[in-house]
């Protein structure tokens, strides 16, 4: 069996710009340095009017599949991640399928579509559905559409509401990928946690403050279960650690805490035992309060090393570029981390041909996984061909007031009738409701 990963990826963004600093701050009488310093977050991207998770979802998967010049027979599975489904029955792939359909000649009838849900794990979870179905030989030579994508709301007034944003990634699972080959090995940290849930409700309820811890501790569970079948993750295994960003200073948080577990009995750790100590042990300890405020000391310390903030500059920082200026997109949150980074090795000239990344995936309530992507040959091309720059400078920027009215607009309780701030082309958009209510789309030229 050939590998099998991702063969292509492609982004589409909300179109519509809110300005964290400027417009957002001000309006909520915060200090501007608590998002783009504390959260790590300057902007958010927001659906326009007549945007909604599936135009975003077939708009990316329409880009795709032109670049790749694929026909709709060429795709034996449609996948669709995403929390922020309006049906509890209809799956979004067929909204998407029906858009796609429009406008490619032939059909999906014989590709098996469904819809994942696991919080913001689900994209990754979908990607595993579609790699287990090509390496189990039923796909008959045929490719499976991913697509991860969601309008992140929350509630107004809500601590996430700073954290929000809109977005798809549609990716195309192959055999021999252009793009990354995903690992065989992979490790999972999964409990039953309430820390962020939608109990038949759009926006969630959330424990902000816990939903962070419950993030740290399943990843860790997770990286731990990877190594006990890849073998001990070292900081010299990969080149970038492309992690699920709800905002960019939760990885932070994560990645001091992945920075001490990957160079524990390592050189690195000799290294610093000068000048910070060795990291503490449990066994050295007879009481567990002491043991932990000695941990947070050393993580202190480690913080303010060189070595730790080189390789955070390298390993991590570049993963955060896009989710800086669109916000949490859920699903598609870690699939941009992976682009950000990609993007930075293409701008600074770095080789990633057989190089590694270490892929970590949270969902609330909660799980996390991680796996590790061995990057292929042609990546550059897939590269070069993300116009998620163009998007981003073409948004439009919103006021306070206009963000307010959007938010009602998407908001499934109001009935607002107001005209898009933007003006289609070349893309699909909502355009109202048919005989049994549901959502209608067409694509504009
Ligand atoms: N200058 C610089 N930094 C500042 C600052 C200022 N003026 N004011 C505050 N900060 C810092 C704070 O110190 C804090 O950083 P640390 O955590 O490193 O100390 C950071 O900015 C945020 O400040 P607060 O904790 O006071 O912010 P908050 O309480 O208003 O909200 C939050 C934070 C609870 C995480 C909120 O954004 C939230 O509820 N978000 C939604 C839930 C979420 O994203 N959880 C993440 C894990 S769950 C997950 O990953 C799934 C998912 O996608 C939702």
Redesign the pocket.
Known sequence: MNSVGIDAVAIHAGKLRLDLAETFAPAKGE?P??YT???GLHASSFPDVEEDIVTMGANAAHKLMTRKGLEPDDIGRIDVATESAFDNSKPVSTYIAGCLEAVFEGDFHHANKGERKF??ISGTQSLDDAYNWIRAGRNRGRAALVIATDTAL?ARG???E??QGAGAVAMLIAEDPDLVELSLEQGFGSADET??LKPNQQFPS?D??R??Q??LARMREALEDYESVAGDVRAEDFVYAPF?T??P??VR?AALLAYRHVTRDTEIEDSLAARIGRQPRAEAFDDEDAFFESVREYMDALKETEQYQEWYEQAIEPTLDIARHVG?W?TG?VHIARASALRNARENGIDMAGESLLVGS???GAQAEIHAETVRENWTEEIDALDIDDQLAARRDISFEEYEEIHDVHNHDKEIDIDAFTTPSEEFIRDGLGPMDERTYRYVE
Do not use: I, Q, R, W
């Open positions: 200090d340095e608590k310093k504390g959260l919080a913001c929350y809500d601590a996430g700073a954290t820390d962020f959330v902000g403050k939903s962070v419950v993030y699920h709800p905002f200073g939760m948080k949490n859920y949150s949270y969902g609330s």
